[in-house]
């Protein structure tokens, strides 16, 4: 298994899909090809990349082209009523009289964590994935429930699925880990990306699929591996045999960012020792004692902090400010809500909306004679029918007319949300828009960039008494090292709780 250690910004998957391209040009065939992505999105991409270049069909000609928990999916022949449902993990709850919270539908391998909400899940799915005692991996959480209870819920989980013959994610990963000698297809080239997120179960895969390959690439980067808490194991990726490549230049990070990243790289004790160059340009670094000091008004931005509890400051300066953004994934102004302003203001201006847009108006209007006749809400039209508020008036009981700007009109939008928008409008943001500006935690941007980077300082108590050193930094790492021009270090609330950069 051949190791290609990618630090930031250097192309690591780049690099895996152009030994894609060169082994598709040369004549193999796409389904001798196996590109193994932790996460669904980056094994979506490297599969639309290669059937985009060589005029390939997705589906039939590059079947390989997965997560790891796909693969094992597909290769096991498992469909989705052979799998633990919300159905079955509600009647396992009345059973033991626990409700177990569970969200058991989850994109293969886009999170470690996703299959399993109740804590107990948690330590029993860890223990798992870690191949590790189940007593062992309980002794390390600090969570509420006693031994006893933990040891009850395991074995009724365990028997509960063995009598009704269904699976969990991680079954299914034990299922592949053991037949994957005899049912994994031969490759003749295959990639694994993200090695450094692999649990010790998933090693066992990787493994196995290695000896199934004629030649295999293993791609990582070890002072990025921020799941160890989640029973990824690093120590595995840094200690493979066999040869590497360091990928040597960053094509993302600026020479000032660089020379802060590599000082927190050097205080990483397990890793391999590595070398790459930052690009050109001198870029900055500016310590700040207040993000209020910030001006947000250009360019892209990334706010990150070690707990999204710390962000929820930022994100009320944010709106009182008028600013659009994006907070873990969410925009700070629903989708629904401008597409309704939108709307009632486009009307004003004499321009016809769809009918999709004036059902969103009027959600956010009082029927009941108030602003829409009684029993009207619901607009009975065709699908291709434009609307203006003179049509709205005359068939389908609007009440009030363009004299009223939106939220005069649409009096169920709340006061928070008007004076929101109404700052966003003040300052000039097309809240519309794709947001310029997220908001995440450290772990929840892995993989992303921004021209600008702000980074909270801030510790939780459970990170100083609960994480190994090189955990937190490589998290510091990993926020750092997301910048392509500017970084803004903000100092901590409390500095006998923050990450000393």
């Not at 909306?353 to 009684?374: D, E, P």
């Not at 009975?380 to 009030?400: H, R, S």
């Not at 109404?422 to 997220?438: H, S």
Request: proline share 4%; aromatic share 10%; charged share 30%.
């Amino acid at each position: 298994m051949f190791r290609i250690f990618g630090p930031p910004g250097t192309g690591k998957t780049t690099t895996l899909l152009n030994y894609v391209d060169q082994a598709l040009e040369g004549g193999m065939s796409p389904r001798e090809i196996g590109f193994l992505a932790f996460t669904r999105k980056a094994a979506s991409g490297a599969k639309e990349r290669a059937a985009r270049r060589f005029n390939l069909d997705e589906k039939e000609d590059l079947p390989y082209f997965r997560t790891l928990h796909s693969l094992s999916y597909r290769l096991l022949g498992i469909r989705d009523k052979d799998l633990m449902s919300k159905e079955h993990f509600d009647d396992l709850s009345k059973k033991i009289k626990v409700q177990l919270h569970t969200r058991p539908h989850y994109d293969f391998g886009d999170t470690l964590t996703k299959a399993a909400e109740h804590p107990v899940l948690g330590v029993i799915n860890l223990a798992r994935l870690k191949k590790t005692e189940l007593r062992s991996e309980y002794n390390q959480t600090n969570i509420e429930e006693s031994w006893p209870e933990v040891e009850y819920i395991a074995e009724a989980y365990r028997s509960y699925k063995q009598f009704h013959g269904v699976l969990d994610y991680t079954d299914m990963l034990e299922m592949f880990a053991h037949e994957a000698p005899r049912i994994c297809p031969e490759f003749k080239l295959c990639f694994l990306d993200e090695a450094q997120d692999l649990s010790p179960l998933q090693w066992d895969i990787a493994h196995a699929i290695d000896k199934k390959s004629q030649r295999m690439y293993c791609a990582g980067d070890d002072d990025q591996a921020i799941y160890r808490w989640a029973g990824a194991d690093v120590d595995h990726f840094i200690n493979l045999p066999g040869g590497s490549e360091v990928l040597s230049q960053s094509y993302r990070i600026p020479r000032s960012v660089h020379r802060v990243a590599e000082g927190i790289a050097k205080r990483i004790h397990r890793r391999f020792p590595k070398q790459y160059k930052p690009k050109e340009e001198e870029g900055s670094v500016t310590r700040m004692s207040d993000i209020a000091e910030l001006n947000m008004d250009e360019g892209t931005w990334l706010i990150m902090a070690q707990a999204n509890y710390m962000l929820s400051d930022v994100a009320a300066q944010l709106k009182t400010n008028g600013y659009l953004f994006e907070r873990n994934g969410s925009r700070s102004i629903s989708e629904r809500l401008s597409i309704a302003v939108n709307a009632w203001e486009q009307m004003r201006k004499g321009r016809p909306i769809t009918l999709k847009a004036a059902q969103v108006v009027y959600s956010f209007m009082y029927g009941n004679n108030v602003h829409i006749a009684r029993g009207m809400k619901k607009i009975d039209a065709p699908e291709d029918q434009l609307f203006t508020i003179d049509l709205l008036q005359k068939n389908y009981g609007l009440l009030v007319d363009d004299s009223l700007i939106w939220h005069e009109a649409m009096d169920k939008i709340t006061g928070n949300d008007r004076l929101y928008i109404t700052a966003l409008l003040r300052k000039g943001e097309k809240f519309n828009a794709v947001p310029r500006i997220k908001l995440s935690t450290i772990h929840g941007t892995k993989g992303g960039e921004a021209d600008n980077v702000v980074l909270l300082t801030d510790l939780t108590y459970a990170a100083i008494r609960n994480s190994q050193i090189d955990d937190l930094h490589r998290v510091f790492y990993v926020g750092v090292t997301r910048t392509k021009e500017n970084l803004f270090l903000i100092d901590p609330d409390d500095f006998s709780r923050a990450y000393d950069l």
